[in-house]
């Protein structure tokens, strides 16, 4: 089976990243995936600040990683760039941990100001971690996820198209990379 890891970047629990993500982890599930998440915010922040490797919480994450075959790595923009919390996960992830790995990155920001922050400030880290498959990501702004009267989150239908299409390409881009493993054992 094929395996999808979510990195959640965000430190806001419920926020209209999670709407994106949801949609994200449901399309995948439908095309096949096992999707694990890895909600950065939740691990201990020791573990985190300290750079503490050997912490069964990172190994754990560490390992969600290592075995996923795409990786979506999902944060809200702030001060132009992903979050803190993110890259210090980031940082606990092995040098070469994403060579081989399919990447959508999927982030969201108050204007479309920050539209690049994708392409100059993320990518440069995941190209220094190995990372040679990275799609071209969605960016979302906030506004196009707007809150229900009744709690939830509603994804305007010009960011579904986007991100289904994203998503598309992402496991047309996943199935090619093991057809290509497989062709070399």
């Known amino acids: 089976m094929k395996k999808a890891v979510i990195i959640n970047g965000s430190p806001t629990p419920g926020s209209r990243l999670t709407a994106?993500?949801?949609?994200?982890?449901?399309?995948?599930?439908?095309?096949?995936?096992?999707?694990?998440?890895?909600?950065?915010?939740?691990?201990?922040?020791?573990?985190?600040?300290?750079?503490?490797?050997?912490?069964?919480?990172?190994?754990?994450?560490?390992?969600?990683?290592?075995?996923?075959?795409?990786?979506?790595?999902?944060?809200?923009?702030?001060?132009?760039?992903?979050?803190g919390v993110l890259k210090t996960f980031l940082d606990l992830i092995p040098q070469k941990g994403l060579a081989g790995k399919i990447i959508l990155p999927l982030f969201i920001g108050g204007s479309l100001a920050h539209l690049l922050s994708i392409d100059y400030s993320l990518k440069p880290v995941l190209s220094s971690m190995?990372?040679?498959?990275?799609?071209?990501?969605?960016?979302?702004?906030?506004?196009?996820?707007?809150?229900?009267?009744?709690?939830?989150?509603?994804?305007?239908?010009?960011l579904q198209e986007r991100l289904h299409a994203?998503?598309?390409e992402l496991i047309a881009e996943t199935g090619l990379r093991i057809a290509q493993r497989q062709e070399q054992k």
């Not at 922040?45 to 919480?57: K, N, Q, T, V």
């Not at 990372?131 to 989150?153: C, N, S």
């Open 166 to 168: 994203a998503l598309e």
């Open 20 to 83: 994106l993500m949801e949609q994200a982890e449901k399309g995948l599930e439908a095309a096949g995936y096992e999707v694990s998440r890895i909600d950065v915010a939740q691990l201990p922040a020791e573990d985190l600040i300290l750079a503490r490797f050997d912490s069964e919480y990172v190994i754990k994450a560490n390992g969600l990683v290592a075995e996923a075959d795409a990786v979506i790595i999902a944060s809200p923009v702030y001060k132009a760039s992903f979050t």
């Open 130 to 158: 190995g990372a040679r498959f990275i799609l071209g990501g969605v960016y979302a702004v906030d506004a196009q996820v707007a809150r229900t009267e009744e709690g939830g989150l509603e994804i305007a239908e010009v």
